[in-house]
């Protein structure tokens, strides 16, 4: 099994940022793209970046607006989520996911086997 964990949610004023971390544990082995999502009340969690193994990269362009950046630490089995210039809309529970597979990041959940139980974000205006 594969547990994730995120961290580096809280509370930040318009136009500030936050970093977010997801440490997976378990066997990471059998994980290889991972993401993140966002969800607010009363909506489908969305698609927000992805990346595979090897670096590769998927933005929900619609959402980052060249403000967010995934990353990963293969070594330490992290992957991280930079957030600058936070708007009031991005407030959400942001989730870590992780895939079983090779590939081009999904934009579904139902791309992704493994999920993290979520950290809030609240920007406030």
């Known amino acids: 099994q594969v547990q994730l964990v995120e961290s580096g949610g809280g509370l930040v004023q318009a136009g500030g940022s936050l970093r977010l971390s997801c440490a997976a544990s378990?066997?990471?082995?059998?994980?290889?793209?991972m993401a993140w999502f966002r969800q607010t009340p009363g909506k489908d969690r969305e698609f927000v970046a992805g990346?595979?193994?090897?670096?590769?990269?998927?933005y929900n362009t619609e959402v980052v607006k060249g403000r967010f950046t995934i990353s990963r630490d293969n070594a330490k089995n992290e992957v991280y989520l930079q957030m600058n210039t936070l708007k009031a809309e991005d407030s959400a529970v942001y989730y870590c996911?992780?895939?079983?597979?090779?590939?081009?990041?999904?934009?579904?959940?139902?791309?992704?086997?493994?999920w993290g139980q979520g950290t809030q974000v609240t920007v406030s205006s």
């Open positions: 996911a992780a895939d079983k597979w090779d590939r081009t990041p999904g934009w579904h959940t139902t791309d992704y086997a493994y």
């Open positions: 378990g066997r990471t082995s059998s994980i290889y793209t």
């Open positions: 990346i595979m193994r090897s670096g590769a990269i998927t």
